[in-house]
Structures are given as C-alpha cells and as structure tokens.
C-alpha cells in the first residue's frame, strides 16, 4: 500500500494543525494505520495509532489528550488532528501502515514525511 502524508507546516505554540495520511489501496480498511515522529538529531517515535475500523485508538504520553487520530475508510484517509501544540512536537511526521499491531513497532509500509515546525 502506498501512503501520501501532508498536512505540516510552521505554527505558533498553542496552536493546531491537522495531518492527513491518503492510501492507495481500496482494501484500506485492512490495515492498521500511525503516525510516527521524528526530531532532529533523534530516534524516529510512535505517536498514534488506529484501528481497522477506527473503534480503538492509541497514543504515546506525550501526547495524549492533545492529538487525537482518526479515519474516513470510505476516502482512504487517516487524520492526526494536533492541538496545544508545544515547539518539543517539531519533527518530521510520518504516516505508516500494518495489516495488525506491529504498525507500533515495525509497520510494513510508510509514508514520505511531513514537517511540523512549533514556534515558541
């Protein structure tokens, strides 16, 4: 499955911005789906995940109860709504799939990346 990210962009902090990941697969549902994060000069992060059918959703702490996932399997798309938006979430995003739980750790299939710049 191809992904397309897009969706960064430069914005104050406290602010907000929305991801969108595109697949290119009619069996989308069939994947799990997240989002990844990587600052520079360190390791690429787990940020979120969602389910096949969107019913279970899952975050790292750090931001948790400020990003929330979801997705439109009807338009192959997976959302990664962003607020309070802190210059620590500056990084390059990327979207990622897996037919199960390994897209936390391991997915099969990424997407090219999307800047997020936080300014303080």
């Known amino acids: 499955v191809q992904l397309q990210g897009w969706g960064g962009g430069l914005v104050q902090a406290g602010g907000s911005l929305r991801l969108s990941c595109v697949a290119s697969?009619?069996?989308?549902?069939?994947?799990?789906i997240g989002w990844f994060r990587q600052a520079p000069g360190k390791e690429r992060e787990f940020v979120a995940a969602?389910?096949?059918?969107?019913?279970?959703?899952y975050y790292t702490g750090s931001t948790e109860g400020r990003f929330t996932i979801s997705r439109d399997n009807t338009a192959n798309t997976v959302y990664l709504q962003m607020n309070s938006l802190k210059p620590e979430d500056t990084a390059v995003y990327y979207c990622?799939?897996?037919?199960?739980?390994?897209?936390?750790?391991?997915?099969?299939?990424w997407g090219q990346g999307t800047q997020v710049t936080v300014s303080s």
């Open positions: 990622a799939a897996d037919p199960g739980m390994a897209v936390a750790t391991a997915p099969a299939y």
């Open positions: 697969r009619r069996t989308f549902r069939n994947y799990v």
């Open positions: 969602i389910s096949w059918g969107g019913d279970s959703t």
